[in-house]
């Protein structure tokens, strides 16, 4: 993780490299060609597995794609994207969306539920 730090350092990546203490210690920084912020977990064996996952999945439903960053735009700009401070990361939004697909949760208002989420957030934020 120091060599990595280091190595982003050396690059000028735009936003300095910051170790993020949560359950699994993540690295986050800012890629200097595109601009996208990268988060990066190391040791974690799930994580290519996963990425797989979603990667078929967003194969078969494409339509999802334009729905997802639609929401990732608005979780961020309300401040709810980060995980590690009680927002919805990338995984769990493509969870949920994929859920949404499942008869038994075709019915759940989940407008509601997420203004009802977003409401429980900011009072845990004070």
Do not use: N
């Given at each position: 993780?120091?060599?990595?730090?280091?190595?982003?350092?050396?690059?000028?990546?735009?936003?300095?490299?910051?170790?993020?203490?949560a359950r699994v210690p993540i690295l986050k920084?800012?890629?200097?060609?595109?601009?996208?912020?990268?988060?990066?977990?190391?040791?974690?064996?799930?994580?290519?597995?996963?990425?797989?996952?979603?990667?078929?999945?967003?194969?078969?439903?494409p339509e999802l794609r334009p729905l997802l960053?639609?929401?990732?735009?608005?979780?961020?700009?309300?401040?709810?994207?980060?995980?590690?401070?009680?927002?919805?990361?990338?995984?769990?939004l493509f969870v949920m969306a994929e859920r949404?697909?499942?008869?038994?949760?075709?019915?759940?208002?989940?407008?509601?539920?997420?203004?009802?989420?977003?409401?429980?957030?900011?009072?845990?934020?004070?």
């Open positions: 993780m120091r060599a990595l730090l280091r190595d982003g350092v050396a690059l000028g990546y735009p936003r300095s490299p910051e170790v993020v203490r920084y800012t890629d200097a060609a595109s601009r996208a912020a990268v988060d990066v977990c190391i040791d974690q064996e799930g994580g290519p597995r996963g990425s797989a996952w979603v990667r078929g999945r967003l194969r078969a439903r960053l639609a929401v990732k735009l608005l979780l961020r700009r309300h401040g709810l994207s980060e995980t590690y401070t009680g927002g919805v990361g990338s995984y769990l949404m697909r499942d008869p038994l949760c075709a019915s759940v208002d989940l407008g509601a539920k997420c203004f009802r989420w977003r409401a429980a957030v900011a009072r845990r934020r004070g």
